[in-house]
T-cell receptor
Framework: EAGVAQSPRYKIIEKRQSVAFWCNPISGHATLYWYQQILGQGPKLLIQFQNNGVVDDSQLPKDRFSAERLKGVDSTLKIQPAKLEDSAVYLC????????????FGQGTRLTVV | GESVGLHLPTLSVQEGDNSIINCAYSNSASDYFIWYKQESGKGPQFIIDIRSNMDKRQGQRVTVLLNKTVKHLSLQIAATQPGDSAVYFCAETGGYQKVTFGTGTKLQVIP
């Protein structure tokens, strides 16, 4: 079974530039998550999709972050404009529908803002 | 707000010994708990889970214990191996599958 695919693996940008990350979840997984993981910390949920609808985006900085999941499959996360504090690993995960189901994570995209 | 935290940031264990990683949670409404292992440069990997109506669950070399009275969760790894070296996160979920992670414990296995 193919895992969660993310790209790019690494990205370096200057502050105030924009950047986009892509995620392809496991086939058949209705739920998709984007997490931000700052070095030395646990992942923090940014946004959760159920199919192509948003379930939770309470911790998404909506003035600069946006995410979409068109057609309920692939998803993109965008940051515009980026700030230094956005430097982190951005993890995508997916799971089957249903409470308490296991989430599978991609390898993440390491973003460095300089 | 509600949080999930860990008692020890780093744990060093001799190879072959048992490891115990502890976690405290504060959301009494949590009904599902998960332990994840994260190796350097990789995303978190599911290890074992437990529902709030259980107090113990065993997997291969791992056991999770849940004490709802004191809101405490622990992960026990038997016969710790070098490949177990990683950061371990406990996480909890309530409704809508929202998963909240703690800050992690780094397990170092000494050969």
């Amino acid at each position: 079974e193919a895992g969660v695919a993310q790209s790019p693996r690494y990205k370096i940008i200057e502050k105030r530039q924009s950047v986009a990350f892509w995620c392809n979840p496991i086939s058949g997984h209705a739920t998709l998550y984007w997490y931000q993981q700052i070095l030395g910390q646990g992942p923090k949920l940014l946004i959760q999709f159920q199919n192509n609808g948003v379930v939770d985006d309470s911790q998404l900085p909506k003035d600069r972050f946006s995410a979409e999941r068109l057609k309920g499959v692939d998803s993109t996360l965008k940051i515009q404009p980026a700030k230094l504090e956005d430097s982190a690993v951005y993890l995508c995960a997916s799971s089957l529908t249903g409470t308490g189901t296991e989430a599978f994570f991609g390898q993440g995209t390491r973003l460095t803002v300089v | 707000g509600e949080s999930v935290g860990l008692h020890l940031p780093t744990l060093s264990v001799q190879e072959g010994d048992n490891s115990i990683i502890n976690c405290a949670y504060s959301n009494s409404a949590s009904d599902y708990f998960i332990w994840y292992k994260q190796e350097s440069g990789k995303g978190p990997q599911f290890i074992i889970d437990i529902r709030s109506n259980m107090d113990k669950r065993q997997g291969q070399r791992v056991t999770v214990l849940l004490n709802k009275t004191v809101k405490h969760l622990s992960l026990q790894i038997a016969a710790t191996q070098p490949g177990d070296s990683a950061v371990y996160f406990c996480a909890e979920t309530g409704g809508y599958q929202k998963v909240t992670f703690g800050t992690g414990t780094k397990l170092q296995v000494i050969p």
